[in-house]
């Protein structure tokens, strides 16, 4: 854990090279890093269906509400 502490982003630039680092406290191993694919990583989650792209892009626009006064004043006429 101190040398990856240490060494951290010379342990990253192996991974991203193609390298794997195994992780270890006191001797046991313990994590594992190794690179992520470039393609989309939602991929498997949409072909397994839990997940789904949008119907449309764009946003609900949300009412504004119109008070008439100040917001101190209607938090202080509250109060009463």
Not at 64 to 69: E, K, Q, Y
Request: aromatic share 2%; glycine share 8%; charged share 30%.
């Amino acid at each position: 854990m101190r040398e990856l502490h240490d060494q951290l982003s010379r342990y990253v630039r192996h991974v991203a090279a193609g390298g794997e680092v195994v992780v270890t406290m006191r001797g046991r191993p313990v994590a594992r890093l190794s690179g992520i694919a470039a393609s989309d990583p939602l991929a498997e989650l949409r072909a397994r269906g839990l997940i789904r792209d949008p119907v449309s892009s764009r946003r609900r626009r949300r009412r504004r509400i119109r008070a008439a006064g100040s917001v101190s004043g209607l938090v202080a006429q509250q109060r009463r």
